[in-house]
């Protein structure tokens, strides 16, 4: 078994900011790789910017940096560039979300490091991608949610667009990465080649609309905005109960049945208006109003466990607290504490997936700024003094 991981042994490079990037990495270090956060000297990247604060370490920063050693370069300075070549070459993969622009500025574009790591694996992450008209557009996850639809579709119906809770996009184009870099792996060790790899938060969430925008090219239909329900099929919605909101999901015929029956109200199976997925479409108001009723003498648990019984989908509406007390994220171990050297014991979100030979660890917290910088540089044979003139001289 590899307890650690079925990466270990594996070299990641992180030289990102805010979000994909970062996560993307934290992801490889979860299954198993060393990796190595880049940031700058004295400021570290964005993110540590972000409140809320314990003992001036960021919450935020901690989510998505994990498992790292963290060192700082000023990669302004040909110093500093030079010690970041010096890792390149004994690194498997590199991960930057920097524009490439800036990347060539400073002499570490794909171009100009594979000379120095012909086997080099680079993945660049940005809002747009390396091509087309945006290809230089400022983007934020928001930014991109605006200008792929995903927003425009969020919301009530006649109400304004919503962007989504949670940066989706970013998560999106972080998942994409780490597949894309383990796709990469394979193609290493069949040909011996590296490559690079370009992902773009704009094709990562239209990837997640997948029907939406096939639809629009078959039938040319514009979708709108559907609220809590679907756009083309019923039962699909939020219900309250007298306690609080239960989402329900009986559109498929047989569903629907089991909710007739559970509500005790067979004689809708016969009702010409409620035979098919799209006929309940079409008389969703009439039917959602039944539903509803129905809902309103039940408290949530009763809804729930009816449902449940009668294998229907449905879940009710939890709060983020909520949701960290229950007894089933308890048992899954879905949240992780970690000991920080600052911070004190943080709780995270853990490793998603779980495997039987190979479940891979939380071997380190998130660092704190330049905190491997002796370790790091030490090992590439520079000396006590030669690491202290770089930092006097502010290289590191």
Known sequence: MLLNGALVGLKVMDLTHYVAGPFCCQILGDLGAEVIKVEQPGVGEAARSFPPFINGEGIYYAN???NKKGITLNLNDPRGQKVFKQLVAE???LVTNYKPSYLKKIGISFEELQPVNPSLIMLSISGFGNEGPYKDKAAFDMIVQAMTGFMYLNGEPGGLPVRGASVVADYAAAFYGAISILTALQYRQ???????????LYDAIISMMQNLYSNYFYLQEEPERTGNGSGRVAVMGLFSAKDGMIYVAAQANNLFEKLCRVMGLPELLEDERFRTPALRKENEAVLNELVGSWMAKQDVATVERLLDEAGIPNGPVKTIGQVC???????????????HPVMG????????PRFSKSPGAIKYPPPTLGQHNEEVLG???????EIEAMRQDQVI
Do not use: C, M, W
């Not at 007390?325 to 000991?339: L, S």
């Open 64 to 66: 998505f940096n994990r």
């Open 91 to 93: 690194t498997d993969v």
């Open 190 to 200: 069949k040909t011996g080649e590296g490559q690079h790899i370009d992902v773009a």
């Open 325 to 339: 007390r229950d007894e089933h994220a308890r048992q899954r171990g879905t949240f992780a504490q970690i000991d």
């Open 345 to 352: 014991k943080i709780i995270v979100p853990g490793l998603v």
């Open 379 to 385: 090992a590439l044979g520079y000396s006590r003094e």
